[in-house]
Structures are given as C-alpha cells and as structure tokens.
C-alpha cells in the first residue's frame, strides 16, 4: 500500500541552488497539496491543485513552483533555495478536497545552508 | 481569512490521566473541524473530524464536539497511554484549504 510518496527524504542545498521535491500518490485522489512544516507554526499551505492541469497558491506560495501533468504527480520546485525554506515539507492527497480526509506523505527535510 | 489557536504545549501528562487540548476558530461560513496526530518522524494522520455544527467525532478513545456557538473544537481523552504521545493538530477546511494550528505536544509518562 503506497499511498503518498514523497522523495527525497533528506536534501542539504547551498543558497541560490535548486531543486524539486517530488510527490505521487497511487489513489486516484483529484486532490493534492504541498505544506511546510516550522517549529511553532504548524503546517502552512504553500500549493495546492483540484485535478490535473489545475493549481493555485495558498499561504505561502513565494520561492516555490509547482505543476500538475497527471492525476498522479505533484512536484514542488524551488527555483533559488533560501536559507528560510529550511523546513519538513509534506504533500498530500485527499479524494473530496480538504473536506475528506488528507493523506500525508512521510516528509522531506530540506535544509538550505 | 481563517485561522486556528490551539493551546500551546508541551503538555506532560501521566498514563490515564485525562487528556484536554483547547481549539478555537476563525473561519467564514460552515467549514469542517479536523484533529491530525504526528507520531515521532511520521506524517500527519486524521484522528477524528466533525463537518456541521455539534457533531461529534470520535476514535481511539478521542472526542471533540463542534461548538459554533462558541467557535471551539476541543479534544479529549479520558485514559491516555503511553502510545498517545504525539503531536496533536487542529485544523479547519474551508474553499479547498485545510488550516492548521500551531500543534500542541503531548507526552504520556509510564
């Protein structure tokens, strides 16, 4: 049971470098969305898609792309690491929007130095 | 816009001793109320949710009840155990974007 697959786990990049995390997931969900993870803060939606060819930002989309070619993929890029995009980085997926339950990835952390 | 306070933690508590975590909300219309558990290196996972006003949901022993009255959904436990430390989250859906709070810690000595 695959569920949602995020890679790379761990990523170490220098400021300036660039890099994508990517995301699949193997149920069909039309949903799926990219969170960051700061200590105190929670979690903080930066990208989120309702099917295929569709996305749309969300609270924090600033440094970061993303594209939705199939039902199944999610990519998140970083076009220039920052220092402050150091965090855990979660996708998830969800079948009815957020309104159903969200399927969690297990994480990526990225440290940019 | 919408937003979530959850009490802050760490919250140390010993085995069956009662478990509350406060969660107020800030949302336009009707959205729907979750509670997610982070154990230790894993992802987040849906503990329970509610989606109208005073529905409760319930699993594993958890409970919270959505008060719009009081714009609240708060979490408790009567009896933890030592395998309910984890990182507990509120969150409210609302147009396609799931909000969550801060995350309240909470570890249960033997």
């Known amino acids: 049971n695959a569920g949602v697959t995020q890679t790379p786990k761990f990523q170490v990049l220098k400021t300036g470098q660039s890099m994508t995390l990517q995301c699949a997931q193997d149920?069909?969900?039309?949903?799926m969305s990219w969170y960051r993870q700061d200590p105190g803060m929670g979690l903080r939606l930066i990208h989120y898609?309702?099917?295929?060819?569709?996305?749309d930002q969300g609270e924090v989309p600033n440094g970061y792309n993303v594209s939705r070619s199939t039902t199944e993929d999610f990519p998140l890029r970083l076009l220039s690491a920052a220092p402050s995009q150091t965090s855990v980085y979660f996708c998830?997926?969800?079948?009815?929007?957020?309104?159903?339950?969200?399927?969690f990835g297990e994480g990526s952390r990225l440290t940019v130095l | 816009g919408n937003s979530v306070t959850q009490m802050e933690g760490p919250v140390t508590l010993s085995e069956e001793a009662f478990l509350t975590i406060n969660c107020t909300y800030t949302?336009?219309?009707?959205?729907?109320l979750f509670w997610y558990v982070q154990y230790p290196g894993e992802g987040l996972q849906l503990l329970l949710k509610?989606?109208?006003?005073?529905d409760k949901g319930s699993n594993k022993g958890f409970e919270a009840t959505y008060r719009k009255e009081t714009t609240s959904f708060h979490l408790e436990k009567g009896s933890v155990q030592v395998s309910d430390s984890a990182v507990y989250f509120c969150?409210?859906?609302?147009?396609?974007?799931?909000?969550f709070g801060a995350g309240t810690t909470v570890t249960v000595r033997a």
């Open positions: 949302a336009t219309g009707y959205p729907s």
């Open positions: 149920m069909n969900h039309e949903y």
């Open positions: 998830a997926s969800s079948s009815i929007a957020p309104t159903g339950e969200l399927f």
């Open positions: 898609s309702v099917g295929a060819g569709i996305t």
């Open positions: 969150a409210l859906s609302n147009d396609y974007k799931l909000s």
């Open positions: 509610a989606t109208k006003a005073d």
